[in-house]
């Protein structure tokens, strides 16, 4: 086993524990996914460290192990005080700008119908085995810098590049306990690239259908990990086949086998979803929105006479995800923006080297501040076929016109105020009407005076 490096983040926060807990008597270790990112040479994050005592003592001192060590950690290094969590046996402590949780080895007791545990303080062996996979049930003793192998297969599944769930006696209920740890044991085999287990594998299908008792929004936090990452088609190919996609995302899942018209696509549409989400760029919006885009061709799907077509799936895609995002408890902002994209992504599509400047900034204006991921999509949608030759010439063009500041209006040029006085008229409708008749003076030239949009709307309106 080569020398432990902590990483040069978290060396003094490190350094912090190991001096108080040989100074006061505690044994600390650093246990989780840490460990494993310490082997792999991979940026680690979620400091967790279990604390002990020394000594044998009473199994009540045991369970507040870690939130006295926290206590005596904030006071010796002048820390904010640390939030604690009395029913778990936790504290989270703020050390060097970093959030360090402390704990307890515990065992866990699950109610049938909940993910939610009660706790028992419990030996280092045991609160291993109750960990979700080998490869993150490594303990870091820090009193000493050795690692501590519970499992017996933590250190060589690493080596292996395997998933493997910590208990191999008890894989079954591992999942059915926490079935969240399917969708992890998903992610980390794309964030790895290690293979999940055969036995592993099949206790995942097994206890998939239990996904409806772990609540939408710690399955949010899942999906958007696994969306930035490279590849995530990879993932929900793999949802499908363990059958956690048609309980969680069954609007993607009803995509499979809805052909496509052959001049265009070589896939039915779930598959050709997969390609384009593949296509983008690792940020949770335009993979979300990649992902849902043709959500609404199920509906919309025609053929008549050998010719398949599916008029406004655009519209009907943007109306399907606002009811999934809402349903993952996605901020509005961000519901908003998927919308906005997923219902604008065939406009770029109508583009033609003959659009005007003033057709180009109407196109802006229509897309809103999502056009770059707008036409992002739109060519991403594309993929092999030539046609994607005018949306790159499109976003060109865009790019253009927004360098020369001939792309955008400058907003509220005329106060509502001012063209009341201008036009001796008390405030009504009638002012959004000339706003809009200077909105599209400004489209036509960006760069029109004040003084020209005043002299026009005059000759215009009175």
């Known amino acids: 086993m080569k020398n432990i490096v902590i990483p040069d983040k978290y060396k003094s926060i490190v350094d912090k524990i190991t001096v108080t807990a040989n100074e006061y008597n505690f044994d600390v270790y650093i246990v989780g996914g840490f460990v494993r990112d310490i082997i792999l040479n991979r940026q680690s994050k979620d400091l967790d460290i279990m604390v002990c005592l020394k000594n044998n003592d009473n199994d009540e001192n045991k369970r507040f192990a870690g939130i006295n060590f926290s206590k005596i950690l904030s006071k010796k290094y002048n820390l904010s005080s640390p939030v604690i969590f009395e029913r778990f046996g936790t504290a989270k402590l703020i050390v060097d700008n970093e959030e360090v949780e402390f704990v307890m080895p515990r065992k866990e007791c699950y109610n049938l119908n909940s993910r939610n545990p009660d706790t028992q303080v419990t030996s280092l062996q045991q609160d291993a085995l109750r960990r979700d996979f080998t490869i993150n049930a490594l303990f870091l003793k820090l009193n000493d810098n050795t690692i501590l192998d519970f499992t017996s297969n933590g250190l060589s599944d690493i080596e292996k590049k395997i998933i493997r769930v910590a208990d ?96 265009y696509h070589i896939d039915d549409v779930f598959i050709h979803s997969l390609k384009v989400l593949d296509r983008t760029k690792n940020d949770v919006v335009i993979r979300m929105s990649a992902l849902l885009h043709d959500t609404g061709k199920r509906v919309t799907f025609k053929n008549e006479n050998n010719k398949i077509s ?58 809103g501040k999502e056009v770059d991921l707008i036409i992002e999509l739109s060519k991403a949608d594309f993929g092999r076929y030539s046609n994607v030759k005018n949306i790159e010439e499109l976003l060109s063009r865009v790019k253009d016109l927004e360098s020369k500041k001939m792309l ?55």
Request: aromatic share 8%; hydrophobic share 35%; charged share 30%.
């Open 168 to 263: 191999a006696q008890n894989s079954k209920i591992i999942f059915e306990q926490d079935p969240l740890r399917i969708l992890r044991a998903i992610k980390q085999h794309l964030q790895l690239g290690f293979t999940i287990e055969q036995d592993t594998y099949n206790s995942m299908k097994l206890s998939s259908k239990r996904i409806n008792i772990v609540s939408y929004e710690r399955i949010r936090d899942e999906i958007n990990k696994i969306l930035v990452e490279n590849e995530p088609s990879k993932a929900f190919l793999m949802m499908d086949d363990v059958g956690l996609l048609e309980e969680i995302l069954p609007e993607i899942s009803n995509l499979k086998n809805i052909k496509q018209p052959g001049r």
């Open 310 to 367: 599916f008029h406004n799936h655009d519209v009907e895609s943007s109306k399907i995800a606002e009811i999934v995002l809402k349903r993952f408890k996605y901020s509005k902002d961000f519901t908003q923006k998927v919308s906005s994209i997923i219902r604008n992504h065939m406009y770029p599509k109508s583009y033609s080297s003959v659009w005007s400047d003033t057709d180009i900034r109407r196109f802006v204006k229509r897309c």
């Open 408 to 462: 955008y209006t400058k907003h509220n040029l005329i106060p509502g105020r001012e063209i009341m006085k201008i036009f001796n008229k008390p405030q009504g409708k009638w002012i959004q009407d000339i706003k809009d008749k200077i909105e599209a003076m400004q489209i036509e030239n960006p760069s029109i005076s004040k003084e020209d949009i005043i002299k026009n709307i005059k000759a215009k309106c009175l």
